[in-house]
């Protein structure tokens, strides 16, 4: 089965995000892909003080348009994530949704890990000053496996990807939008850290590029396989990273090196 990765610069017009979106998801079909991932924030990256105001709820204009798109192409969609209305104390969830062939909601991830940094780029980030945190972490059954939900800063925990294998995940999402800064020095390391020590597939969509005068991403979308190979990097600008999902090979690395059954603690 092909997977499809997404890199995009999302901006603050709505609309062009999601044209742009539904533009690359449908190229990535035309590839083969039978599951498109699309990055953190994909509808919106405008400035920080405006998160509330670009907020929907999950049966809003721009998830009702992802779902409307995957039952159309008969595609597992992973929406990215979506500033989600409705958090406590007035605050929004970062959200990452992910739909099945017939449009259906599968699963529904809350950011747990939010991004307050000042990473020397110039920039002080405060995710948490408009989105609360969720709680809980999520996978979903599909086909071609359990799938383990989480989204850009959360790479960082990697309990919360033991959780995610603990409960069956071979293929780990990671809707993302890091930083020009922290990019260039982490995010390779890190997804392919992740996926060494749970023996899985790691999607990363990714944001990348210029989003407002204050913000750059860093792009590089990829597919890293259970052995922590990259199997495919999106090259700069808009585009998708491709890459086969082989049932065989996760099984051969985790008979090979049975390194989760030798876990000791829990």
Known sequence: MLI?????????????????????????KERGAALVGLPENVAWMGPEKDRPGAAEPLDGPTLSRFAELARELSIHLLAGSVLEAGAPGGRVHNTSVLFGPDGGRRAVYRKIHLFDAEVGDGASYRESDAVAPGETPVTAETPFGTVGLSVCYDLRFPELYRALSAAGAVLLTVP????????????EVLL????IENQAYV??????????????TYGHAMVVDPWGL????????????????????LARVRRNLPALRHRRLK
């Open 4 to 28: 499809a990765a997404v890199q995009m610069a999302s901006g603050p017009d709505r609309t062009r995000n999601l044209d742009t979106a539904t533009r690359l998801v449908r190229r990535a």
């Open 176 to 187: 993302s939008a890091f930083t020009l800064m922290t990019g260039k020095d982490h995010w």
């Open 192 to 195: 392919r850290a992740r996926a």
């Open 203 to 216: 999607l990363a969509p990714a944001q990348g590029g210029r989003h407002t005068d204050q913000r750059t």
């Open 230 to 249: 990259v199997v495919a990097r999106a090259s700069e600008g808009e585009g998708f990273a491709l890459a086969e999902l082989d049932p065989e090979l």
